[in-house]
Every structure is written in structure tokens, then in C-alpha cells.
């Protein structure tokens, strides 16, 4: 049975984790502790191990790689109060970006985005969910596989870069938003590099394996769609809500964001319209094609319809045909078959058909 479907039979705020790895693997834990002055960085195995490195007057970060591990969400729910709700939304990893207020801690999703484009290989994505709860002094995050594009935002804390040391947890929630909002931008730069092989591909040899590559980049322009477009909202919520956990000098940097965000649909909708554009320059290849080589059988077959009459009148072996006997009735014959081919064929060229 499926995950999804053990999820329909329990109960709402059931935790169950509805990812592709269903082993129980242990979880991995890495602390961010910091302030203006300092920053203190380490793996730990549990999340109380975690929570002893709180400190007054700092930030703490708890990254999460892996939810397998349900205790540990079970956990957290605890010690920040977390609704039942929420912990499943975390583990329900279809979940759509957005941003929800609960007051006393914000719930935040977003679509981390990766794609392959190797030669002409087709352009494969994978999604990953990233949530957040972010509180006043405090941010969670929650991934379900390592390997992420935070490290430009660790390396600045861990050499107090930017102003993100500065800032507090709102601050932190943004840098790393950012960064996922950046890797699109990547992501759309590698899918125009493939557009632009696929029109070259279509100007010099359209074939098949071209009408799947553009099939592949308009389902992978869907796919950034449904991931971007949501995300927008859930920045515009953060940016002009009114919770106080997003400070007004925070407010700033998402503005900047929601008009990255703004940049980045920009640009699939205009990926979108190209593969739209490349799928009808491939179609109407393949008709000029499939026109010429009609128009070529069909000159052949025009040329053989007074031959085949010619012959077919003169294989009728009637006893009484006075061209039969003739001695010269067959190279004639012939002769006046080969007359009529040309005269067509100048025919057609004077038409301009051929």
C-alpha cells in the first residue's frame, strides 16, 4: 500500500511521510547558532542535542535533511507548539509553495528545483519540497534528501558575509528563499541553452527525436510553472502581510524577491511560448517535407498515366489493329512514349511545379 493511500485512512494531522524513500533512515541535523558577533556551526544526532545549543541573544537554525524519520517532526511539534496540521503538511511533500500565519511562527513552502540537460538528452527535473516555520528568534527547515543550494548562504554566516549575521531569523528565511529563486534563474539559463540546440536542430534536421526533446521542455515549462507561480504569492504574502515576525526593514529584501520571482515567470512564460513556437516550426517541417515527397510521386505517377494507356491500348491483341504489323510500330510506339515523358516533364517545368 502506498503512502498516500495509508494517509486517506488516518485521521487529519497524522504524520506519515509521503515521499519516494519509505526506509527508516536516520535523520541528518545541522545547527546554525548565531549572532552579529559570532556563529557557531555543528551536526548533531537528536533535535534535543539541537535545542541545548540555544543561546539568549541568537539565532538558531535547524536544518533537517530526511523525513523518514517522523519522531523528529513528532518532536519539534512539541517544543515550538507546532499544530498537528502543519507537521503533516511538512510530510506531505506535494504540497504547493505558500506561506500560512499562525501567529506565534510562520509555515512556508517552497519547490527546490533541479534539471539535467547533458548534449541532446532530454531535460529532466526534480523537485524537491523545502518547508520552513519561522519564529521569532528561530528557523526550521525541512528537506527530504541532502544536497541543497544553501552553502552560499552557510559560507556567509560562517564568514559573517552580507548582513545576514546582522539580521535575524526573518532575514535568514529570505537569504534562503533567495537562493532557491536564484537557482531557477540557472535552471531557466541551462533550459535556453537546450531551446537553442533543439532550433538548430529543426533549422538543419527536423526528426522524431526532436518532437520528443520539445515535448519534454514544455512538460518541464509546466512543471517550473506550477512551482514558480505559487511561490510569488506566498512572497507577496510575506512582504505586505502583517505579522510581526517579518521585521519592516526585512520587508525590503522580499520585495526584491517577489520581483525576482516576477522575473523568473517572465521568463518561463516566454520558454513556454518558444516550445509552443518550435512544436508548430517542427510540424510545419515535417508537412513541406511529406508535400515535397507527395509532389514528387506525384509527378511520377502523372508521367505513367499516358504510358500505361499507350501500352495498355497496344496489349489488347486485337487481331484487326493495322499497327501491329507494322515493321516500325513498336520502336515508334517507343519513341512517341518517350516524346510525351518530355513534353510533360517541360510542361510541369514551365508551370514551375517541379
Request: charged residues 20%; proline residues 4%; negative net charge.
Amino acid at each position: 500500500m502506498s503512502s498516500y493511500a495509508r494517509k486517506a485512512q488516518l485521521p487529519p494531522g497524522s504524520l506519515v511521510y509521503t515521499g519516494e524513500t519509505h526506509t527508516e533512515e536516520k535523520a541528518i541535523i545541522s545547527v546554525f547558532v548565531y549572532n552579529e558577533a559570532s556563529v557557531f556551526e555543528q551536526d548533531v544526532p537528536t533535535l534535543v542535542d539541537a535545542l541545548a545549543l540555544r543561546k539568549k541573544g541568537t539565532t538558531i537554525w535547524i536544518n533537517i535533511n530526511g523525513l523518514t524519520d517522523t519522531a523528529n517532526i513528532a518532536d519539534i511539534g512539541v517544543h515550538f507548539n507546532i499544530h498537528a496540521l502543519v507537521l503533516e503538511d511538512i510530510l506531505h511533500v506535494a504540497q504547493r509553495p505558500k506561506c500560512e500565519d499562525y501567529g506565534e511562527y510562520l509555515f512556508i513552502v517552497a519547490r527546490m528545483l533541479d534539471v539535467t540537460t547533458a548534449g541532446s538528452a532530454t531535460p529532466e527535473v526534480s523537485s524537491e519540497q523545502v518547508s520552513c516555520i519561522l519564529g521569532k528568534d528561530y528557523l526550521i527547515t525541512f528537506q527530504e534528501h541532502p544536497g541543497d543550494v544553501f552553502e552560499p548562504v552557510r559560507n556567509r554566516l560562517r564568514h559573517a558575509k552580507g548582513q545576514v549575521r546582522r539580521m535575524g531569523a526573518d532575514y535568514l528565511a529570505y537569504a534562503l528563499l533567495d537562493a532557491i529563486v536564484d537557482n531557477y534563474f540557472v535552471i531557466l539559463e541551462r533550459i535556453g541553452e537546450e531551446s537553442e540546440a533543439i532550433e538548430e536542430g529543426l533549422v538543419e534536421n527536423p526528426s522524431e527525436a526532436l518532437m520528443h526533446r520539445i515535448h519534454a521542455m514544455k512538460r518541464l515549462m509546466i512543471s517550473l510553472r506550477r512551482s514558480i507561480w505559487p511561490l510569488r504569492e506566498a512572497v507577496n504574502t510575506m512582504e505586505r502581510g502583517e505579522s510581526a515576525l517579518i521585521r519592516k526593514r526585512s520587508r525590503l529584501y522580499f520585495r526584491d524577491l517577489y520581483d525576482h520571482t516576477i522575473q523568473v515567470m517572465d521568463v518561463v512564460e516566454s520558454l513556454r511560448d518558444i516550445a509552443g513556437g518550435m512544436l508548430d516550426t517542427y510540424l510545419s517541417a515535417m508537412s513541406n517535407r511529406m508535400n515535397s515527397v507527395m509532389k514528387v510521386l506525384t509527378i511520377i505517377a502523372t508521367i505513367f498515366i499516358p504510358l500505361t494507356f499507350i501500352a495498355g491500348v497496344y496489349g489488347m491483341n486485337f487481331e484487326h489493329m493495322p499497327e501491329l504489323h507494322h515493321p516500325w510500330a513498336y520502336p515508334i510506339t517507343l519513341l512517341v512514349m518517350f516524346g510525351v515523358s518530355v513534353g510533360m516533364l517541360i510542361f510541369f517545368r514551365r508551370k514551375r511545379w517541379i
